[in-house]
C-alpha cells in the first residue's frame, strides 16, 4: 500500500491529507477519519445479503499501515464509527485495537453511533461527545451553520466526478472550503455522494496511488 500525502493549511496549522482516507495533525500527533462503520458488512450479512468478511479487515489493515506511517497518539473519529450497534465484526474490532493500548479513542459521534454505556466500554473509548472543540477548529460529524468555528466533518462520503473524453471517473476526495474540510469515508464499503459535497471549494482526489487537487 502506497501512500500519498499533500499538506494543507487550515487556521494556521498544517494538516495532511493522505490517499488512505485519513488525514494527519502533526502538532496533535492526530490520525483523524470519518466513517468507519464498522458492523456493517455483518449487518448485511445478518439481513440476508451475503458479503464477504474482508471488507472491513482490509480497512483495519490500511488503518494499521497509517499507524505505522504517522505513529499517532490519538484518533479523531468524526463520527459512524460504528453502523448498527453492536454485532460479530464489533469484536473483530475491539481485538484489533486492543494492539494499540496507547493511542487514545476519540468519538465525535454520528448519526449511526448508538452506543450503550456497556459497549462504550466494550470499545475502551477514552471520549465520547457530539462535538469536540480544539483551539479554534471544531470536529462535528455533520456541518453545522450555526457553529462560527472552522469545522472538519464527515458524514457525506463525498466524491469527485471527472469528465475524461472516454468516460466520467468518479473518486472518493476531501473538500475544503473557508468554514469547512470535509472528510472521505474511511470504509471503502461506502457509495459516493457527488451532488450534496460543498460548492466552490477545492477538492483533493485520490488513487490507490496518488492524490492530487483539482
Known sequence: MKIATKDITIQNE???LTNQRALYWEKEKALIFSDL???KTA????????LANHIMKNDLERLSILIENFQPEKFIIVGDLLHAGNNSDVDEF???QNQYPDIKFILVEGNHDKISKTLEKKLCLDSRSASL????IAFVHDFDRSNPKFQITGHIHPGFVINSPVKKIKLPCFAQTSKQLLLPAFSEFTGLDTK???KKGMYFVFTDSEIYEI
Open 94 to 96: 475491539c481485538a484489533w
Open 37 to 39: 462503520h464498522i458492523g
Open 196 to 198: 450534496n459535497i460543498p
Open 14 to 16: 498544517i494538516f495532511t
Open 133 to 136: 472543540e480544539i483551539e479554534d
Open 43 to 50: 449487518h448485511f450479512r445478518k439481513n440476508g445479503i451475503a
